[in-house]
């Protein structure tokens, strides 16, 4: 039997479609057609993949930010109150976590997945932590966009890479 040619071999439903194969699919085809299963969703990737909740927005630069420098302890926890007042969060309240390229985004969301710990602490979940590199006693720099009601988290990785940029354009 030559796989390579076209022939009378007609798997029902070997295309994913019911009904019979297409005749100008080689017996191969057929064959693979019946055995592999058509995928159904498309994979993720950078094209359909939901964008970064900031990446569409523009901080201000009115003078409306605010920064800290925190330490993240072994739970991933970074006790910085004045940033959780300036934002209007309270301990508890439900946040949504975003990332990309070693800076985190969060959002307050009443149905978000991740809260704000009784003492209003915000927490980077693990997973978090270790797509970002952060380990404990590691610093981050807070960005308090209430504007926007976000929190932003950058690595000392991200702010190397920013001052190397800015340097470089000088």
């Not at 022939?7 to 064959?31: F, H, K, M, N, Y």
């Not at 569409?56 to 993240?72: C, F, N, P």
């Not at 969060?106 to 710990?117: C, D, E, S, V, W």
């Not at 932590?129 to 504007?147: F, K, S, T």
């Amino acid at each position: 039997m030559n796989f390579g040619d076209s022939s009378a071999l007609a798997i029902p439903g070997a295309d994913g479609r019911r009904g019979e194969c297409s005749v100008t699919e080689t017996v191969a085809e057929q064959i693979v057609g019946a055995v592999i299963p058509v995928r159904r969703k498309p994979r993720k990737t950078e094209e359909n993949v939901r964008a970064l909740p900031l990446a569409e927005q523009v901080l201000s630069r009115d003078g409306s930010m605010h920064y800290r420098i925190a330490s993240v302890d072994h739970r991933g926890r970074m006790a910085e109150s004045s940033l959780m007042r300036v934002l209007g969060w309270l301990p508890a309240d439900r946040v949504d976590v975003a990332t990309t390229s070693g800076v985190v985004v969060f959002r307050r969301n009443r149905y978000g997945a991740f809260h704000l710990t009784r003492r209003g602490h915000v927490q980077l979940p693990l997973s978090v932590r270790r797509w970002c590199g952060v380990r404990p006693g590691d610093r981050v720099l807070l960005a308090a966009a209430p504007e926007l009601g976000a929190l932003i988290v950058h690595t000392m990785a991200v702010l190397d890479g920013m001052v190397l940029a800015y340097h470089d354009q000088a």
